[in-house]
């Protein structure tokens, strides 16, 4: 394959852009300087501000992945901030990475990180500015490679696929080591893809042949394609070296080291699908941890374990319990075994539980297994540990939703104000949108209006009462999102359209796109999904089964 080793000249980049990331990169502890001679050239990138991107786990630890093999350098971008846009733009400078300030098209491979699907219009922003070509058919063998991993990758790369040579189905710690090495092995992207094809979890969009009829009517694997991509998932966590590299005040997490605990959840909630696509749950082993939080604690005292459910991890007493530690969580389930935990987290402010629904009904729909006395006992506990703010997430337009389930959100809301008059209570409300691979796959959103009514009666009826505030998701991008979960290889159209048309609904007017037919029907058992390809784990019977269930 082609190795490219020219990096940025000072005349080539602009000082004000220059001295920006200069400035980012003093600031950083950890931050890999590699020589690039005979290397593998790799640009992580996050499709989302620096700030966002370096709050993200995952990203860190491909990072440090790729970054621990001495035959690869792997550097960084991210999306630039609107007036570094504009400056790049006056400057006719070409996007170019942190570490080096070499241009994304002298790299080799060009990895990109996607955890929400609303960060895609940024994906091709950023191979705009970079001067690449945006669709895998119209670049060639000079241009870099183009892959793309995270959890949108798992669930349904189709809106993002003709943009993507290579997309990674599943955990990326085994899978992406195997395509180096056939990338190394490899003289051409044809015998690239001969090579790339038999590992487990990669897909090669130009493989695939997808015919039409309104839906899906056909789908054809092409040059000996498997007809199924298989999800790939670590079996052991505790085995890998996955972790955080780099630490910053510059994030979300500011000056905080984050060590994963567990991944995977127990409970499987029917909307979530971090909850069906990350199974089954794995648990890192208790030593490790201590092993992670004694390296973390060269460079910082503040550690943030990231779990989905942290209440399950069953050595998290024992974790909490290390001197020394400032430890942070983000949210917790409501019982009274995670209220215990608020107790020895020491100068935490904010606690997270997630009821989601108002009413024990609507809550058995979902499948949240918690019950208004859960609710209750843990909001009393933990507001009796003196903390300042209680935060409830709530989702509004969920399947069989009514009026008497969002009094139900009002009424939880007035019941745990009247608990205790310390500390705030916010309420975070946010839009159901439907996931592939969950039970509510084939459910469509509710009707835009109608979330704006429910939200404004929360609204209403809360804001005379001291100490409790309201917070919700703005719509328009919630149902933005529910076309790139829910759509296919079409939508790639309105992708490239929102370069020129930021508004997504006028891109869907500009490309032809109806993005009703994604978003707001309900779909049969019989039609072709666009991720029907992919094997999760969990068969479309199951997943029926389960949608029959909640609609009982």
Known sequence: ??????????????????????????????????????????????????????????????????????????????????????????????????????????????????????????????????????????????????????????????????????CFVGEAEEMLNEFIDAYKQSESKKSLYEKAVSIEGTYIPEFYEISYNNSI?????????????????????????????????????????????????PWKCRFCVAGHIYNPPRKKDVAVIKKEINEALKYTEKVGLVSPSLTDYPYVKDVFNIDGVNFSITSLRASPKSAELVGLLKRHKSISIAPEAGTERLRKVIDKKITEDDILETSRLILSEGIENLRLYFMIGLPSETDEDVNGIINLAKKIRAISRKGIITLTLSTFVPKPFTPFQWHGMEKIEVVKSRIKTIKKALLPIKGIRVFHDVL????????????DRRVSRVLEAMLKISDWKRACIETGSNPDFYVMRNKDHSENLPWDFIDSGITRERLWEEYQNALL
């Open 217 to 265: 009517s056909g789908r054809r694997a092409l040059h000996g394609a498997p007809e199924k991509i298989k999800r790939r998932y670590l079996k052991d966590i505790s085995a890998y070296r996955f972790r955080q590299s780099i630490i910053t005040p510059e994030t979300e997490f500011s000056d905080m080291y984050l060590i994963e605990a567990m991944r995977g959840c």
């Open 476 to 487: 328009k991008h919630a149902y933005m999102q529910g076309l790139f979960s829910m759509g």
């Open 1 to 166: 394959m082609v190795n490219r080793d020219d990096v940025c000249t000072g005349d080539d980049v602009s000082r004000k852009l220059r001295e920006k990331i200069d400035n980012l990169l003093s600031k950083e502890k950890g931050t890999v300087f590699k020589e690039p001679g005979g290397k593998i050239s790799v640009c992580l990138i996050y499709p989302n501000t620096y700030h966002v991107g370096m709050s993200n786990l995952g990203f860190q630890g491909i990072y440090t992945l790729l970054n621990n093999r001495s035959d690869t350098v792997c550097e960084r971008a991210f999306l630039p901030d609107e007036e570094d846009i504009s400056e790049y733009i006056r400057a006719d400078t070409k996007l170019f990475s942190l570490e080096s300030k070499r241009p994304l098209n002298n790299f080799d491979i060009l990895a990109f990180s996607v955890s929400f699907e609303n960060d895609y219009p940024n994906v091709l922003k950023i191979l705009e500015l970079a001067n690449i070509p945006l669709r895998s058919s119209d670049r060639n063998q000079l241009h870099p490679l183009l892959i793309i991993g995270g959890v949108c990758a798992f669930f349904n790369p189709e809106p993002m696929a003709d943009f993507f040579d290579t």
